[in-house]
């Protein structure tokens, strides 16, 4: 999405971008901070949540706590104001334990997984 945002950034129409992701009744992000975002990108999606705030509902999933976002978020108040709107009105998840993944792999391998 990040990406998508940054191309609306090169032709001026994140604006319009924001908008279309938002037609949508509910947006999903998966994998947040599986890889850090520059300012440019955190303050893009800060910009889309920031859009959707009380407007759409969103789905976020990440295997960062909370309090660890200011690893792959690089200022500290956008990481704040972010979450601020996340946080806001929303129901939190917690997932603990194997993967749905990794639960199949050992299934497949035997219980075992082998390390090289």
Known sequence: ?????????AD?????????????????ID????APLDDT???LLF???AAAYERRA????????????GRFLPEH???VSLLDRL????????TEGESFRMRQARTRSGGRLIKK
């Open 77 to 79: 108040t956008t990481a």
């Open 12 to 28: 001026n129409s994140v604006g319009r971008v924001i908008e279309n992701l938002l037609r949508a009744d509910l947006v999903i």
């Open 41 to 43: 990108g955190a303050q």
């Open 1 to 9: 999405m990040v990406e998508t945002l940054y191309r609306g950034l």
């Open 58 to 69: 969103l789905g976020i999933g990440s295997h960062w706590p909370f309090d660890q976002w």
């Open 47 to 49: 910009r889309f949540v």
């Open 31 to 34: 994998e947040v901070g599986f």
């Open 87 to 94: 946080l806001h009105h929303s129901i939190v998840v917690v």
